[in-house]
């Protein structure tokens, strides 16, 4: 019964919508939609479809370019380190996410501030005043982020990536193609990050060895054992001033990199 009565409802409602439509539209009484038009218009010599490809281009090369640039600075190897901090401690989300990732933001502004005042005079400010075209001020800035990726990147990696292109052996930095540059760059940072973060947990594993074989010894084999050891780690971790050395090691690294 009440679903007859929900669909009598519903086609009544129908039926009035229907009728009382055109009578608004009829009398004007009723303020017009507004009309949206959204168009990717060509330049003025029409050519609308070379317009179309340079805006998607634009918006691929925006959407993708967060990414290249963690990859191309100090940003992979200090948030690895910093969170390998935080899992060795075993605080779970302390500290968090949002902490971690801004501390890592400006330390890699902090280490790149060199590299980027280079950018800034060889390629940014001669391309604004119009002395350099686009390419020649892209090509430009590449140099001091390959310098700096060259000098932190190791010989290995980087012949992995010339002999999987078949690339012949460049004279300088400057001959090595982003593309394998990055990649290499990347791995490396990797590889130096996580030899950093196993150093980092080795005190922390004895603490958890230590306080595990106590409470076997005492037979108390419910109480986990990471209740006992956590305060002790963040004491030891507070005592020897553990976020200083943390940022100190990070910053020694790359300057004697």
Do not use: C
């Amino acid at each position: 019964m009440k679903k007859k009565l929900t669909i009598t409802f519903a086609l009544l409602i129908a039926a009035l919508f229907i009728q009382v439509l055109p009578t608004a539209h009829a009398t004007g009484t009723e303020n017009p939609i507004p009309n949206i038009d959204l168009q990717i218009g060509g330049d003025s010599d029409g050519t609308p479809a070379t317009s179309t490809l340079s805006v998607l281009l634009m918006i691929t090369v925006i959407s993708i370019a967060p990414a290249v640039l963690v990859l191309m600075t100090s940003f992979t190897r200090i948030v690895i380190v910093l969170s390998f901090v935080r899992t060795s401690l075993g605080t779970q989300q302390m500290p968090p996410n949002q902490v971690l990732v801004g501390l890592a933001l400006f330390l890699t502004l902090f280490i790149m501030s060199p590299t980027l005042s280079s950018i800034n005079d060889t390629a940014l400010q001669p391309y604004i005043r119009g002395e350099l075209t686009q390419m020649e001020a892209l090509d430009q800035a590449s140099v001091p982020m390959k310098e700096f990726m060259f000098k932190h990147t190791r010989e290995k990696d980087l012949l992995l990536f010339m002999d999987y292109t078949g690339a012949e052996k460049p004279e300088s930095f400057q001959d090595i193609p982003l593309t394998v540059m990055v990649p290499a760059y990347a791995i490396s940072e990797m590889k130096t990050a996580f030899q950093m973060g196993f150093m980092i947990y080795i005190p922390f594993l004895v603490i958890d060895i230590v306080v595990s074989s106590t409470l076997m010894a005492m037979g108390m084999m419910m109480l986990p054992p990471t209740v006992i050891s956590l305060p002790f780690k963040i004491l030891l971790f507070v005592l020897v001033d553990g976020w200083y050395l943390v940022v100190k090691s990070l910053l020694l690294s790359f300057d004697s990199g």
